[in-house]
């Protein structure tokens, strides 16, 4: 017993076919749903046999089907088939005359035994009646229909355009509307119907190309965005798609960083430490013998630019051992664990090679307290901190691995991580004092051709709280101005010019000043100058200029006391002469000009005044009336969860006082100032008028005017 179906080909698996459906009778049957029809026939189930349900479910998950003009006719005797019910052959023969079959022998298929191909026979009726072409109209296809002279039909996966085999073998196309009875009358006129699903092969393996594509394209992009931050196959790329959780290190098995203990200068307390760390990498037996345990670790401590980078390199240069060298900075990720990861991932490294130095520039990156802030902790950074000091001192140790960081927040870093067995040393890399300077700026001179006018000595008294960078980038500001100005040596004027451009900034040759601006700027610096030179105890004058340079009309300046800045302890009486000089360019335009002509010049200084007498009342203790108490709270530090704003811990009254007294120390400072003026006129006169025609004047040419004027030294 067979009935009908269609099928691509002979090779096609069994799941593959398409089955007849069973006819339904018009009083109850349905039409399936197709994917155009979804929506409209969610109400309407057709009445299918037994064997149809299954043929209909074979039909819906199949793979790509195509029309063909043949037929199969399977034997049920076929052992794959037997647990299928087929319909009584009488249901089927009474829709429509079946052709007789032709059997021919197919061996493309393993069950080619039992599938015969069958061809229909001429119809007996006429067929005039039918459209000619291969595009049929939607009414003349219905025709056809309703006239039972379509065998079957195919629809799009779309469903919006469908393939017709007519009784007589011909095929048409048919663009199909939205039309909901469709189905039903293809139903109810025995017309087989399939669904065609597309040309991609399986439609399994569609599905799942559907779902890996995403999966494929977010994987590209990743490893795109990997190797443009240096990831695998980029520069530095560490070799695997995973490698963002590794430590990013430099690494130097024999490290030749071009610096020893020779290039550094100015810092021999902290050179000096650190040699002892080196010296213990290379003779071990001679601490050993003592008991004597090798640091675990050594935090480079000062302002910016004091040479902490450099004595690490000298101290990889010098000990002759494998040394890492990172930023705290590349601990930190986007992801979350990444810095813990690629902690462990250094010290496994480290260790593999000890022993070794690990150096780690701004380690307050990562190594600020825990538990702080204004907005809580940040959990990236503590969990990075935390694997930071399991591997500097747990449960395992270290042993063999030297730990060198620098950075210039130590007040910022967690307590954990400052505790002995951790970081040992702490060693302060300050600023030189003018032994130091002058050894800087050796170092930095070489290479550089100097004229015989060069002195060191002087240049380093002019550069108190200098830092080694700025030295450097005072002798290379030098070397630039010398070759603008198209000289063949490096003279003492480039530098004195090249320091004033880094303190004041450059000169505005070209600034367009009127006389009368003029005079008043050289009174108003010469006032500053007089004031300052005949105060006790306070810096003498280095130079007076009133060339405009960065904002300031003209500029006084003066070499403070390396004594004082090193200490930085200032007395009182310093303290009172600091403000009398300030208010000394006031006093002067008041005294020539009038009270009635005084400009706006004097606005910082009265800034710099009223910060200076604020403090002496609040914090240093320098007033009678409040005596030797403290108030006003320090602002604190945001990074350490502490209020911003400075707290108000007196009342209304103490306000009161404090006012009264910081207006008494300024008072006090301006009559000072006024009096030296008003008795050294002359000398004002002759300063003013020496830099209305100079332009600037340095120190020992304004000595000169009070050794002529027999000038003395203010007494209280």
Same mark, same amino acid.
């Given at each position: 017993?067979?009935?009908?179906?269609?099928? $691509?080909?002979?090779? +096609? @698996?069994?799941?593959?076919? !398409?089955? =007849? /459906?069973?006819? &339904?009778? *018009?009083? #109850?049957?349905?039409?399936?749903?197709?994917?155009?029809?979804?929506?409209?026939?969610?109400?309407?189930?057709?009445?299918?046999?037994?064997?149809?349900?299954?043929?209909?479910?074979?039909?819906?998950?199949?793979?790509?089907?195509?029309?063909?003009?043949?037929?199969?006719?399977?034997?049920?005797?076929?052992?794959?088939?037997?647990?299928?019910?087929?319909?009584?052959?009488?249901?089927?023969?009474?829709?429509?005359?079946?052709?007789?079959?032709?059997? $021919?022998?197919?061996? +493309? @298929?393993?069950?080619?035994? !039992?599938? =015969? /191909?069958?061809? &229909?026979? *001429?119809? #007996?009726?006429?067929?005039?009646?039918?459209?000619?072409?291969?595009?049929?109209?939607?009414?003349?296809?219905?025709?056809?229909?309703?006239?039972?002279?379509?065998?079957?039909?195919?629809?799009?996966?779309?469903?919006?355009?469908?393939?017709?085999?007519?009784?007589?073998?011909?095929?048409?196309?048919?663009?199909?509307?939205?039309?909901?009875?469709?189905?039903?009358?293809?139903?109810?006129?025995?017309?087989?119907?399939?669904?065609?699903?597309?040309?991609?092969?399986?439609?399994?393996?569609?599905?799942?190309? !559907?779902? =890996?594509?995403?999966?494929?394209?977010?994987?590209?992009?990743?490893?795109?965005?990997?190797?443009?931050?240096?990831?695998?196959?980029?520069?530095?790329?560490?070799?695997?798609?995973?490698?963002?959780?590794?430590?990013?290190?430099?690494?130097?098995?024999?490290?030749?960083?071009?610096?020893?203990?020779?290039?550094?200068?100015?810092?021999?307390?902290?050179?000096?430490?650190?040699?002892?760390?080196?010296?213990?990498?290379?003779?071990?037996?001679?601490?050993?013998?003592?008991?004597?345990?090798?640091?675990?670790?050594?935090?480079?401590?000062?302002?910016?630019?004091?040479?902490?980078?450099?004595?690490?390199?000298?101290?990889?240069?010098?000990?002759?051992?494998?040394?890492?060298?990172?930023?705290?900075?590349?601990?930190?990720?986007?992801?979350?664990?990444?810095?813990?990861?690629?902690?462990?991932?250094?010290?496994?490294?480290?260790?593999?090679?000890?022993?070794?130095?690990?150096?780690?520039?701004?380690?307050?990156?990562?190594?600020?307290?825990?538990?702080?802030?204004?907005?809580?902790?940040?959990?990236?950074?503590?969990?990075?901190?935390?694997?930071?000091?399991?591997?500097?001192?747990?449960?395992?140790?270290?042993?063999?691995?030297?730990?060198?960081?620098?950075?210039?927040?130590?007040?910022?870093?967690?307590?954990?991580?400052?505790?002995?067995?951790?970081?040992?040393?702490?060693?302060?890399?300050?600023?030189?004092?003018?032994?130091?300077?002058?050894?800087?700026?050796?170092?930095?001179?070489?290479?550089?051709?100097?004229?015989?006018?060069?002195?060191?000595?002087?240049?380093?008294?002019?550069?108190?709280?200098?830092?080694?960078?700025?030295?450097?980038?005072?002798?290379?500001?030098?070397?630039?101005?010398?070759?603008?100005?198209?000289?063949?040596?490096?003279?003492?004027?480039?530098?004195?010019?090249?320091?004033?451009?880094?303190?004041?900034?450059?000169?505005?040759?070209?600034?367009?000043?009127?006389?009368?601006?003029?005079?008043?700027?050289?009174?108003?610096?010469?006032?500053?100058?007089?004031?300052?030179?005949?105060?006790?105890?306070?810096?003498?004058?280095?130079?007076?200029?009133?060339?405009?340079?960065?904002?300031?009309?003209?500029?006084?300046?003066?070499?403070?006391?390396?004594?004082?800045?090193?200490?930085?302890?200032?007395?009182?009486?310093?303290?009172?002469?600091?403000?009398?000089?300030?208010?000394?360019?006031?006093?002067?335009?008041?005294?020539?000009?009038?009270?009635?002509?005084?400009?706006?010049?004097?606005?910082?200084?009265?800034?710099?005044?009223?910060?200076?007498?604020?403090?002496?009342?609040?914090?240093?203790?320098?007033?009678?009336?409040?005596?030797?108490?403290?108030?006003?709270?320090?602002?604190?530090?945001?990074?350490?969860?502490?209020?911003?704003?400075?707290?108000?811990?007196?009342?209304?009254?103490?306000?009161?006082?404090?006012?009264?007294?910081?207006?008494?120390?300024?008072?006090?400072?301006?009559?000072?100032?006024?009096?030296?003026?008003?008795?050294?006129?002359?000398?004002?006169?002759?300063?003013?008028?020496?830099?209305?025609?100079?332009?600037?004047?340095?120190?020992?040419?304004?000595?000169?005017?009070?050794?002529?004027?027999?000038?003395?030294?203010?007494?209280?």
């Amino acid at each position: 017993m067979a009935f009908t179906t269609t099928n $691509t080909s002979l090779s +096609s @698996n069994f799941l593959g076919t !398409n089955f =007849l /459906l069973s006819p &339904p009778t *018009p009083k #109850t049957t349905k039409a399936p749903s197709f994917p155009r029809f979804l929506n409209s026939q969610k109400n309407n189930k057709p009445r299918i046999h037994k064997s149809s349900q299954a043929a209909l479910s074979a039909l819906i998950f199949s793979s790509s089907l195509s029309l063909t003009p043949h037929a199969l006719a399977l034997d049920l005797d076929n052992s794959v088939n037997n647990n299928i019910t087929l319909p009584p052959p009488q249901v089927i023969e009474a829709q429509r005359p079946q052709p007789q079959p032709q059997q $021919t022998p197919s061996n +493309s @298929n393993p069950f080619s035994q !039992n599938l =015969l /191909l069958t061809a &229909p026979k *001429p119809q #007996t009726q006429s067929n005039s009646d039918l459209p000619d072409g291969t595009q049929w109209r939607y009414s003349e296809f219905l025709n056809a229909v309703k006239k039972g002279k379509v065998e079957r039909v195919r629809f799009s996966k779309d469903g919006s355009a469908l393939q017709l085999t007519a009784v007589d073998g011909r095929r048409a196309s048919v663009i199909v509307p939205n039309d909901p009875d469709l189905i039903d009358i293809l139903a109810m006129n025995g017309v087989d119907i399939s669904v065609s699903e597309g040309d991609s092969g399986n439609g399994l393996f569609g599905f799942i190309g !559907n779902l =890996l594509f995403p999966v494929l394209a977010f994987a590209g992009l990743f490893l795109l965005f990997r190797r443009a931050q240096g990831g695998p196959g980029g520069p530095g790329g560490l070799g695997g798609p995973m490698d963002f959780g590794r430590s990013k290190s430099k690494f130097q098995e024999v490290p030749e960083t071009g610096v020893t203990f020779a290039d550094v200068a100015g810092a021999d307390q902290a050179k000096l430490e650190l040699q002892e760390v080196v010296d213990f990498l290379k003779n071990p037996d001679k601490y050993t013998a003592l008991g004597a345990k090798i640091p675990k670790g050594c935090l480079l401590v000062g302002p910016p630019g004091t040479g902490k980078t450099l004595l690490a390199r000298a101290v990889a240069g010098e000990a002759g051992v494998p040394f890492f060298s990172c930023a705290a900075s590349e601990f930190v990720e986007l992801f979350v664990g990444v810095g813990a990861s690629r902690v462990r991932d250094l010290f496994e490294k480290a260790k593999s090679k000890a022993p070794c130095i690990v150096f780690i520039d701004e380690i307050d990156a990562v190594g600020r307290q825990r538990g702080a802030g204004l907005g809580g902790g940040n959990d990236e950074r503590e969990q990075t901190i935390n694997q930071l000091l399991t591997e500097m001192d747990g449960f395992s140790g270290n042993s063999g691995v030297i730990v060198l960081a620098a950075t210039n927040r130590p007040d910022v870093l967690d307590s954990a991580l400052l505790r002995p067995g951790r970081f040992d040393r702490q060693v302060t890399v300050d600023r030189p004092d003018v032994a130091g300077r002058v050894k800087i700026l050796q170092v930095h001179s070489r290479g550089k051709a100097l004229a015989k006018d060069v002195d060191f000595e002087k240049i380093a008294r002019r550069t108190p709280g200098f830092t080694g960078a700025d030295l450097q980038n005072l002798m290379n500001e030098a070397a630039i101005l010398a070759a603008r100005r198209d000289l063949k040596e490096i003279s003492k004027d480039e530098i004195s010019d090249a320091l004033e451009r880094i303190i004041a900034g450059p000169e505005k040759k070209n600034a367009v000043v009127s006389d009368e601006k003029k005079r008043l700027v050289a009174y108003h610096e010469a006032g500053h100058a007089l004031v300052g030179a005949l105060m006790p105890e306070y810096d003498p004058v280095a130079k007076i200029s009133i060339i405009p340079r960065g904002q300031a009309g003209g500029l006084t300046f003066f070499a403070p006391s390396e004594e004082r800045l090193e200490s930085g302890l200032y007395s009182r009486s310093y303290l009172e002469n600091q403000m009398a000089v300030a208010l000394g360019g006031r006093v002067a335009e008041e005294v020539i000009f009038g009270e009635e002509n005084v400009t706006t010049g004097a606005s910082n200084d009265f800034m710099q005044v009223s910060r200076v007498a604020r403090q002496m009342v609040e914090r240093l203790g320098f007033s009678k009336k409040i005596g030797q108490v403290a108030i006003g709270g320090p602002g604190g530090n945001p990074f350490l969860g502490q209020q911003m704003s400075t707290q108000k811990d007196y009342s209304m009254a103490t306000a009161d006082i404090v006012d009264a007294e910081v207006r008494e120390l300024v008072e006090t400072a301006y009559s000072r100032a006024k009096e030296i003026i008003t008795t050294h006129i002359d000398i004002l006169h002759k300063l003013a008028q020496l830099l209305i025609e100079k332009e600037t004047v340095d120190g020992e040419e304004f000595m000169s005017l009070f050794i002529d004027g027999q000038a003395e030294l203010y007494v209280a």
